[in-house]
């Protein structure tokens, strides 16, 4: 915040807000390019090129970035900032024993933590039992009083009625439920207005979930259930994402129009072409089942890949055969934040290329969640912008070492 604050007190001063980037590449959103600048004035980018087609403004500040590339600040696309790793806390416990000002005083530092690893835009899919404390989040950060990326936020998600948790309780005990319930075409409409009014930038639904602890996710909707939320969010200019996992709770949710289905671990090639012809992205969130599986007691280094992580792999191989559109987001929360290049990795490693990864991090999601001036490096556009030591085209993991993040012009880490 200090750095952020004598950078917009230098930029008053001198009236110009003019700062050259030298990189030794820039990945623009779509390809790698050697020997090339960026030139950001005030908040939007206006070069981006070889360093000889640009004359220097006399005020600008040059930085030099020896040995790093200068890439589109990332965009996360599912997120969960109230929420801190399960090997810590189980979920039951933050949402029952974890009050909701203690989650929004963690929210700043996971907010905070996610910048700092290059993320500069986030949708944050459900506050998991606190409100509308992802929307109080948003609005500090927009209004510069904490440090954190762009939020599109969900509020709390809607499940259908008895299909969410905590639960293991009697009959007579009422607990505070992760989500809000929902049941009937005239309650999902009501719950879907009352959601927007109160500040959510899109819905979240549970198209499939599990009835009971320990058994298999089932669909919970009835198709003309999610028809309404869907119909009467994109009435507003708003749209809803679907957490499925079944074929058939992937299809109704597809069926009825989504923007994006969150995990699809049991799609078929058959669902996730469904989705390809109807433009709905898949969100694998491929780090979040791979946390769970470790804190279950699986050894990564030694132990042979449980059927969980086999049939994730399996998905993941016929959602990018199909050609569906990939959306990089993690599920993080679940794992720590600021570690949310382990999605990257497990895509790379699950069989996506580097660059196709990079894409989706940037441009991919920007397009998939409406963003405009968002993704790329390109001139008119925003200046959110990271820069990693190495070339992640090649290695992915060099994702893990961000070492330079500039969101809407204010430098944040240097």
């Not at 590449?25 to 790698?32: I, K, M, N, P, Q």
């Not at 981006?48 to 006399?58: D, E, F, I, R, Y």
């Amino acid at each position: 915040m200090r750095l952020a604050f004598f950078i917009c007190l230098f930029y008053s001063a001198s009236g110009l807000g003019q700062i050259l980037l030298k990189p030794d590449r820039v990945f623009d959103g779509t390809e790698l390019h050697e020997n090339w600048v960026v030139l950001v004035e005030q908040n939007q980018i206006t070069y981006v090129g070889k360093s000889n087609g640009v004359a220097l403004p006399v005020h600008a500040q040059e930085i030099v970035l020896s040995g790093s590339t200068l890439m589109p600040g990332i965009i996360e696309g599912h997120s969960h900032v109230l929420l801190h790793p399960y090997n810590e806390t189980d979920w039951n416990d933050q949402v029952l024993k974890e009050s909701p000002v203690e989650r929004a005083i963690r929210g700043t530092v996971h907010v905070k933590n996610s910048l700092m690893a290059g993320i500069t835009t986030m949708r944050d899919l459900g506050a998991e039992g606190a409100g509308y404390t992802d929307v109080y989040l948003k609005k500090t950060i927009d209004n510069g009083i904490i440090d954190g990326p762009r939020l599109l936020v969900a509020g709390p998600a809607i499940v259908a009625t008895g299909a969410y948790g905590p639960k293991g309780f009697h009959d007579g005990v009422s607990v505070p439920l992760g989500a809000e319930p929902a049941s009937g075409v005239q309650q999902c409409m009501e719950t879907v207005r009352r959601q927007m009014g109160h500040g959510a930038d899109l819905i979240k639904i549970y198209a499939d979930y599990r009835w009971t602890p320990g058994a298999d996710s089932q669909p919970t909707f009835l198709q003309e259930e999610i028809n309404a939320m869907v119909e009467t969010a994109s009435t507003a200019g708003k749209y809803v994402v679907a957490h499925a996992s079944t074929p058939e709770g992937m299809r109704r949710a597809i069926l009825a129009g989504v923007e994006t289905i969150e995990h699809g671990d049991g799609g078929t090639l058959e669902i996730f072409k469904l989705m390809k012809e109807k433009g709905i992205g898949l969100c694998p969130t491929l780090a979040a089942g791979d946390a769970i599986t470790q804190y279950r007691g699986w050894n990564k280094a030694t132990d042979k890949e449980p059927e969980r992580i086999v049939q994730k792999r399996n998905s993941f191989k016929k959602a990018l055969e199909s050609g569906v559109q990939i959306v990089f987001g993690g599920d993080v929360g679940v794992f720590p934040h600021g570690e949310n290049y382990r999605e990257m990795e497990l895509m790379v490693a699950y069989g996506m290329k580097p660059i196709k990864v990079l894409q989706t991090a940037t441009s991919g999601n920007a397009n998939m969640f409406h963003l405009k001036r968002l993704g790329q490096l390109k001139t008119g556009f925003l200046a959110d912008i990271i820069a990693v030591k190495g070339n992640p085209t090649k290695d992915i993991s060099t994702m893990k070492d961000v070492s330079f993040v500039m969101k809407d012009g204010v430098i944040y880490k240097e």
